[in-house]
Protein backbone atom coordinates (compact mmCIF):
# COMPACT_ATOMS: atom_id res chain seq x y z
CA UNK A 1 0.00 0.00 0.00
CA UNK A 2 1.06 3.43 -0.76
CA UNK A 3 1.76 6.41 1.78
CA UNK A 4 -1.36 8.18 2.06
CA UNK A 5 -3.53 5.35 0.64
CA UNK A 6 -6.78 4.50 2.31
CA UNK A 7 -7.01 0.80 4.27
CA UNK A 8 -10.36 0.32 4.35
CA UNK A 9 -13.94 1.70 2.73
CA UNK A 10 -14.33 2.90 6.61
CA UNK A 11 -11.30 5.28 6.16
CA UNK A 12 -12.40 9.11 5.49
CA UNK A 13 -13.35 9.47 2.39
CA UNK A 14 -12.31 13.05 1.63
CA UNK A 15 -10.66 14.10 -1.21
CA UNK A 16 -10.11 17.57 -0.31
CA UNK A 17 -11.98 19.81 -3.03
CA UNK A 18 -15.62 19.86 -0.25
CA UNK A 19 -18.02 21.78 -1.97
CA UNK A 20 -20.05 21.70 1.54
CA UNK A 21 -17.44 23.59 3.12
CA UNK A 22 -16.25 26.05 0.28
CA UNK A 23 -19.69 26.93 -1.26
CA UNK A 24 -22.11 25.84 1.30
CA UNK A 25 -23.61 22.25 -1.18
CA UNK A 26 -25.74 20.18 0.68
CA UNK A 27 -23.60 17.37 -0.64
CA UNK A 28 -19.73 17.56 -1.36
CA UNK A 29 -19.33 17.68 -5.11
CA UNK A 30 -16.27 15.64 -4.49
CA UNK A 31 -16.86 12.27 -2.13
CA UNK A 32 -20.23 12.52 -2.18
CA UNK A 33 -21.16 13.15 1.92
CA UNK A 34 -24.28 15.10 3.14
CA UNK A 35 -23.36 18.63 5.18
CA UNK A 36 -24.69 16.98 8.33
CA UNK A 37 -22.09 14.10 8.00
CA UNK A 38 -19.29 16.58 7.75
CA UNK A 39 -20.11 19.97 9.84
CA UNK A 40 -21.87 18.24 12.62
CA UNK A 41 -18.87 15.74 13.33
CA UNK A 42 -21.27 13.15 12.98
CA UNK A 43 -18.59 10.88 10.51
CA UNK A 44 -16.39 10.50 13.45
CA UNK A 45 -19.11 9.00 15.75
CA UNK A 46 -20.26 6.43 13.24
CA UNK A 47 -19.18 2.83 13.51
CA UNK A 48 -17.06 0.99 11.03
CA UNK A 49 -19.59 -0.62 9.36
CA UNK A 50 -22.01 2.81 8.99
CA UNK A 51 -18.84 4.37 7.29
CA UNK A 52 -18.55 1.61 5.17
CA UNK A 53 -22.47 2.06 3.99
CA UNK A 54 -21.75 5.80 4.05
CA UNK A 55 -18.53 5.68 1.31
CA UNK A 56 -19.91 2.91 -0.50
CA UNK A 57 -23.71 5.28 -0.69
CA UNK A 58 -21.52 7.54 -2.20
CA UNK A 59 -19.54 5.58 -4.43
CA UNK A 60 -22.39 4.07 -6.45
CA UNK A 61 -24.43 7.70 -6.54
CA UNK A 62 -21.40 8.50 -8.46
CA UNK A 63 -19.55 10.94 -6.68
CA UNK A 64 -15.32 9.81 -5.87
CA UNK A 65 -14.88 9.20 -1.94
CA UNK A 66 -10.91 8.94 -1.77
CA UNK A 67 -11.20 5.07 -1.99
CA UNK A 68 -12.48 5.51 -5.38
CA UNK A 69 -10.41 8.05 -6.78
CA UNK A 70 -7.05 6.06 -5.69
CA UNK A 71 -8.73 3.19 -7.65
CA UNK A 72 -8.95 5.44 -10.49
CA UNK A 73 -5.88 6.51 -10.03
CA UNK A 74 -4.33 3.15 -10.18
CA UNK A 75 -6.19 1.87 -12.64
CA UNK A 76 -5.10 5.15 -15.22
CA UNK A 77 -1.45 4.73 -13.64
CA UNK A 78 -1.65 8.68 -12.92
CA UNK A 79 -0.42 10.42 -9.39
CA UNK A 80 -3.61 10.95 -6.97
CA UNK A 81 -2.97 14.91 -7.12
CA UNK A 82 -3.66 14.28 -11.27
CA UNK A 83 -6.92 12.33 -10.54
CA UNK A 84 -7.85 15.31 -8.10
CA UNK A 85 -7.20 18.12 -10.55
CA UNK A 86 -9.23 16.23 -13.45
CA UNK A 87 -12.32 15.45 -10.86
CA UNK A 88 -12.15 19.03 -10.22
CA UNK A 89 -12.20 20.21 -13.14
CA UNK A 90 -14.98 17.83 -14.26
CA UNK A 91 -16.79 18.44 -10.81
CA UNK A 92 -16.34 21.99 -10.97
CA UNK A 93 -16.72 23.10 -14.69
CA UNK A 94 -13.20 24.70 -14.64
CA UNK A 95 -11.38 24.97 -18.19
Given at each position: ???HM???????????????TQ?????????????????????????????????????????????KL??????????????????????????
Amino acid sequence: MSLHMSESLASNPCIGICSVTQWGDDVCRGCGRHKDIINNGVWNNLSDVQKKLVVMQCWEDGYYPRQKLELMCEEKGITLKQGKDLLYKEKFKIA
